[in-house]
């Protein structure tokens, strides 16, 4: 099946840095999504991205479906974005999401 | 509107014994997944239902576990004769449509097995 990897692992930022997070995955895809998962565990989409660029006000993700991967841009970091960033991938207008196993950033204060 | 509710919020139980996980999905969604984390994973499909139509269980583990979603809402988890390897947080998700594609997730059930 497909494979999913997020990288870094971990990240630490001081409060204002800008930081991006990468999702690379190993077939086509149709479907691309980001989530944030804070703290408390509760996870919140961020963007559906199977390809181009969106933005949300300090967050912004690009898709190259064509070279297999995702990034997510944070810009002027704040305390409140520490949590997990999962990238998931759906293929062929499947419902079923695989999950990359995240990339666990704290931004210091 | 309330957003997804699921509970209990934890559940500690014995090796054997077997559990309910109940979602509850934001009123007049049609889709609803369950999901399941474990330490520090990533989420891992298990089911998924879309209306009236037969669920997608290709993501059940094992035949202890089921699931069923009464009247298009409320869905219940059951895992019977449960594992240590069981142990997890399962996140309930649901969205407007098929044709939609935001999830909006519960706050999960911690479940402990001992």
């Known amino acids: 099946g497909i494979q999913v990897e997020q990288s870094p692992p971990d990240l630490i930022l001081q409060e204002g840095a800008n930081s991006t997070l990468r999702c690379n995955f190993s077939d086509s895809v149709n479907n691309l999504q980001w989530f944030h998962q804070n703290p408390w565990g509760q996870l919140i989409n961020l963007f559906y991205?199977?390809?181009g660029t969106k933005q949300n006000g300090r967050l912004s993700a690009t898709t190259v479906a064509t070279e297999r991967y995702s990034l997510l841009y944070i810009s002027s970091s704040q305390t409140t974005d520490s949590g997990v960033y999962f990238c998931a991938v759906g293929q062929g207008g499947t419902y079923k999401y695989i999950f990359g196993t995240g990339t666990r950033l704290k931004v210091l204060a | 509107g309330a957003g997804v509710s699921q509970s209990p919020s934890n559940k500690v139980t014995e090796k054997g014994k077997d559990v309910e996980l109940r979602c509850d999905p934001i009123?007049?969604?049609?889709?609803l997944y369950w999901y399941r984390q474990s330490l520090g994973q990533g989420l891992e499909f298990l089911i998924y239902?879309?209306?009236?139509?037969?669920?997608?269980k290709s993501g059940l583990p094992s035949d202890r576990f089921s699931a069923e979603r009464t009247g298009g809402s409320v869905s219940t988890l059951t895992i019977q004769r449960t594992q240590q390897e069981d142990s997890a947080v399962y996140l309930c998700a649901s969205k407007a449509g098929v044709s939609t594609d935001t999830q909006y997730f519960g706050p999960g059930t911690r479940l402990t097995v001992l």
């Open positions: 239902f879309q209306g009236n139509s037969a669920p997608d």
């Open positions: 009123s007049g969604h049609t889709a």
């Open positions: 991205i199977p390809s």
